[in-house]
């Protein structure tokens, strides 16, 4: 493979244009965008793949019937042909249904989040639901669906996974916001060509899963109750890129605090100590990368 350098640059448009070093053997050039959180929009050719998009940005209130901010979609999403759910939490699918239903997409999710999908009226043609282990090949990607874990808690000095919750069935009424609940959480290993991309919703690994998978790119969330090194010696990925670092309650408009920034550093420090090979990328809200 031709060894190309990889670069980043800061183009007028404020979008961020990457030059991977496994570019030419991609397929198709693929323009990723970070919408905030662990939402990304992904454009591959003719085919626009979202993963967790949520725009609204606000707490799910458990009593109360959730709402989309439509119009904050609308200005940042104009075409969705896919959407992949990492898990059920509401800011990570609440919008999903709203989107599905606007733009007709394919939504690949658990069971809780097909559920809640089609309570909120999406057509059950659009969706297809995953328990891990599943294989979709499709026009411009195909991508392998691996069962997943929730991000460890840490109560009293104790290490503790929480059990899942799920919503076994759809249901006549409004969606509360504690109908969002976790409802398995799933990895995303794409395929572009040659070019392999690992999406996590959330900060942990079933190790035994992801033995087998080499990800040139992963986009991983900070859990610091996680033992890292051990994905990072199983994945080798070449670049990571940490989402899920930013304020998600507050509106887009409102940026990223210095201290979500730290955060995401104190990642990123972590991933260098371990490998300093590995390219850490901190995106910024909205921009885009393209790997050509």
Known sequence: MKKL?????????????????????????LVMKWLGNAGWEI???????????????????????????EGEVLRNIDKADFIFAGHSHADHIADIPFIAKRFGSKIIGSR???????TAGVDKSQLTSISGGEKFDFKDFSVEVIESQH???????????????????????PIKGDAFVEGGSYLYYFAFGKLRILHQSTGNFIEERIKSI????????????????????????????????????TPLSEGIPDSNRRR????????????????????ELLKTMTLE
């Open 5 to 29: 350098m990889f670069i980043l640059l800061l183009v007028a448009c404020d979008s961020w244009v990457n030059q991977s070093p496994w570019a030419a053997e991609a397929d198709t050039s």
């Open 43 to 69: 454009r591959a050719g003719s085919t626009v793949i979202l993963i967790d998009p949520f725009l609204t940005r606000k707490q799910a209130s458990a009593s109360e019937e959730w709402r989309t901010n």
């Open 151 to 173: 991000g460890v808690l840490n109560r009293g000095g104790r290490r503790r996974q929480p059990r899942t919750e799920e919503v076994p069935q759809p249901w006549q009424g």
């Open 112 to 118: 809780t989040t097909v559920n809640i999908a089609l």
């Open 264 to 283: 995401a550093q104190r990642f990123a420090r972590v991933i260098t100590s371990f490998d300093r090979n590995i390219k850490v990328i901190i995106p």
């Open 214 to 249: 080499r990800p040139d790119v992963a986009l991983l969330a900070d859990n610091r109750s996680y033992h890292w090194p051990n994905a990072f010696e199983l994945l080798k990925p070449k670049i990571v890129v940490i989402h899920h670092y930013d304020q998600w309650r």
